[in-house]
């Protein structure tokens, strides 16, 4: 759309006027982009000068002894969203295709419109909540509370970006399919997830990503440890609990840790995010990162 | 023939209901299990646990105003010091670069990334950077020269309800920008051309065109922003101080909901393990009126259009 020139006569309080708003919205972009610039500052600098193989390799120290690492709770991290994502795509994803192909049941607009409150919720609750039916039952913090409580955060993402990408597949193709005598299940199967394929994958690396970070769910299940989890049924360490633990702590060394753990996981979020928004993402309309 | 077609339809479509009903069944359990799990404190203390002043948990007077009181205070900070920014940053790339997509693209990336940044990274930044600056350079000045009125009377040490709120305004942006921006992009442009007919400055097309019509989704965009605000839990608990207060100074330590919980749990048994719980049915309860309201408000807005958060 083209702007038409304004009639000279507009009066001069008129022009005034519309200059500021102008200058006020670009103050505010200023102030959006500024935080951003100054944390991934931080994070990069702070955090690039306490990663070496070492700290990636080795097991947390006790505060200002040298050599520290955070190899257990790297493990930790990927051990549990691992899990999640084990639990959670089938159910996300079953969940999505029947939100986009059954999109008229009645089971299908009440249950995605509840995904929807879900995909906002705080996670706190759900950490709260795996505490009193799977910690309080098993008496033990665990990886495997962990994970689960990481997949309910995975769950409604999964499932909305599903139903939207595949509510992007033209209906055409369907009728196509169902023509040459193809029953439906085969039809969905086959042809819708196929060309909505993308879509999926999009969804299953933001909601990889967004689980990745989380920490909330984690302290009421997964806990922490010191040492590597050699089973899913005791405390594990994770990336982000360390961040929390080490940056809340009055140790010098550990604050210094915590940037580098902080870089550790920037730099996979970022990799994550960024595959999705430059590459397979790129072509759908909508997706966008998660938090 | 027919009928193995048939099964096969069936047996699929059985199992992905079965996925639609777990997420139900999901929310269903969560408030099941939040309220037997508080159900010995709702029952010892009856509906005065909203407005008990008190968190004494050694000798079970235990009330939870301190920890509405922070979260409402957190997140109103957050709102008014966020929405404008939000909004600001949706009308630069909706309206002012309608005609440089690839920019408005590159711009909104940006806003996106902040929303990637995970919760617990905004925490350490707080606690170790922005809380030394915001000190010195804002709330000392703050105090020194507005200390007579009441918000700015307290000696300002860094964790307080103050910077919670100025990490919160941060971490709101991108989801109140992003759905602003989705809002404002649906409004036909026929809206705006016929306002420019009139010979309207691009500004009154934005002011008495575009924001009217967009009223509702804004709306919306605002209510889960507030969501987020207040569910939020790593940043504000690495920065508020943990303690519970009620006071109009915003150089206080305060206390959340959800930091209480993150806080406070594990070390917990018995009643004050139930009020605890409590605590956490009262953020699902505000958490699920808030999603509920923006979700309506905004399907309201966009039927048949595509927003999405």
Redesign the interface.
Known sequence: MTKPNLPTSISLWRKIVDKLMTILVIVAVVLAVIPLIFILGDVFIRGGAAINIGFLTHLPTAPNVAGGGIANALVGSFTMVGLAALISIPIGVGAGIFFSEWSTSQLSTVSSFMNDVLTGFPSMVLGLFIFIVIVLTTKQFSGFAGGVALSLVMIPIIARTTSESLKLVPTTLREASMALGIPRWKTVLRVVISTGKNGLLTGILLAVARATGETAPLLLTAATSEHFATSLFQPTASLTILIYNYGTSPYSSWQTQAWGAALVLILIMLALNLTVKLTIGRNLTGTRMEM | MQSR??R??T???I??????????G??V??AV??YL?ASASIYKFGPAFLIGSKWIPNENILGALPFIYGTLLTSAIAIIIGL??????A??ISE?L??HQTFGYL???????????????????G???LIPLLRDYVERPLHNSLGFIPLFSGTPYGFNFFTAGIILA?MI???I??VSR?VLNAVP?SQ??AM??L?A????V??RSVLPYARSGIFGAFV?GL??A?????AVT?VIGNIPAITANLFSPGYTL?SL??NE??ESSGLYESAI?EI?LI??LV??L???F??FLLWRMTRGT????
Request: hydrophobic share 55%; charged share 15%; proline share 3%.
């Open positions: 077609l048939l096969g339809d047996i699929l479509k199992l992905l209901a079965a996925a639609a009903l777990f997420i139900i999901l929310l359990a969560l299990e939040l799990g404008p920014i939000s909004l600001g940053v009308i630069f002012k309608k005609s711009l909104g990336t940006v806003v996106d990334l902040l929303a990637a940044v995970p919760s617990v990274i905004y925490g350490l930044w606690i170790l950077i941060v942006i991108p989801t920008s992003a989705d442009n705006r051309e420019y007919s010979g400055t691009e500004w009154e934005t002011q889960l969501g987020r207040v569910g939020e839990t790593m690495m959800s919980i993150a749990f594990g719980i956490g953020l699902f958490a699920l808030i999603n509920v923006a979700r595509q927003v999405k958060v």
